[in-house]
């Protein structure tokens, strides 16, 4: 099939760290993806991995298990601003496969 | 700036009233898509487009018409809306497919067909 698994809701206190994170099939596998879009807004661009391994960029991280078909979102430090939904995406040839996205609440 | 936009911004209409939503981007990228989102189902892709005039059918095209007969337009044509079209639609477009090309994403059209 062609599901993505992630949580559908997590909460999160304000200066900590929270892992999201997102299951695949992995026959056709081409590469995975990771978008925030705020409430009522676009998804914008995090982050890209295609091979195993951690990707830092900033507070955010992302990895990638291709065997496991596993990858994860890493956020650091998190902020008020962070409070959004989290999409993982894979590649399947000259498509993306979108999960359901993970809305994350983040507390004071 | 570089940007996609997507016109109406929003729109309620009825049943069997065609409509376009148009989408542009002016960034000269090749591949561009359409999706809708809907609670609690992500992203699905309608359809999308290569470069100019090569169309694909995504998972979820039936219902709906695109047409790239300029490279920076590709607008979705609903010819006989339905209540179940009711949704929040998306354009994006990105320099080429495949790779780690990111998909840039217009600010969504919000649909609502009675």
């Known amino acids: 099939g062609q599901n993505i698994d992630q949580p559908t809701e997590m909460t999160a206190t304000e200066g900590a760290i929270v892992q999201i994170n997102c299951t695949y099939q992995?026959?056709?596998?081409?590469?995975l993806f990771w978008y925030q879009q705020h409430a009522g807004e676009a998804p914008t661009f995090l982050s890209y991995n295609v091979l195993d391994g951690l990707e830092e960029k900033g507070r955010f991280s992302s990895f990638l298990s291709r065997s496991k078909g596993y990858s994860y979102l890493l956020l650091k430090e998190l902020q008020m601003k962070d409070s959004a939904s989290y999409l993982c995406?894979?590649?399947?040839?000259?498509?993306?496969?979108w999960g359901a996205g993970t809305k994350l609440i983040i507390k004071p | 700036e570089a940007q996609v936009t997507q016109n109406p911004r929003y729109l309620i209409t009825v049943t069997g009233k065609k409509l376009t939503v148009t989408c542009s981007q002016n960034?000269?990228?090749?591949?561009m898509s359409w999706y809708r989102q809907d609670p609690g189902l992500g992203l699905r892709q309608i359809y999308y487009s290569m470069n100019v005039e090569v169309t694909d059918k995504g998972d979820v095209p039936e219902g709906y018409k695109v047409s790239r007969k300029e490279k920076r337009n590709f607008p979705l044509i609903l010819e006989s809306p339905s209540p179940n079209q009711t949704s929040l639609y998306f354009c994006?477009?990105?320099?080429?497919?495949?790779?780690?090309?990111?998909?840039?994403f217009g600010p969504g059209t919000r649909l609502t067909v009675t």
């Open positions: 960034m000269n990228h090749e591949y």
């Open positions: 994006a477009s990105s320099y080429q497919a495949g790779a780690k090309n990111e998909q840039y």
């Open positions: 995406a894979r590649r399947r040839n000259y498509q993306l496969i």
């Open positions: 992995t026959s056709g596998f081409n590469g």
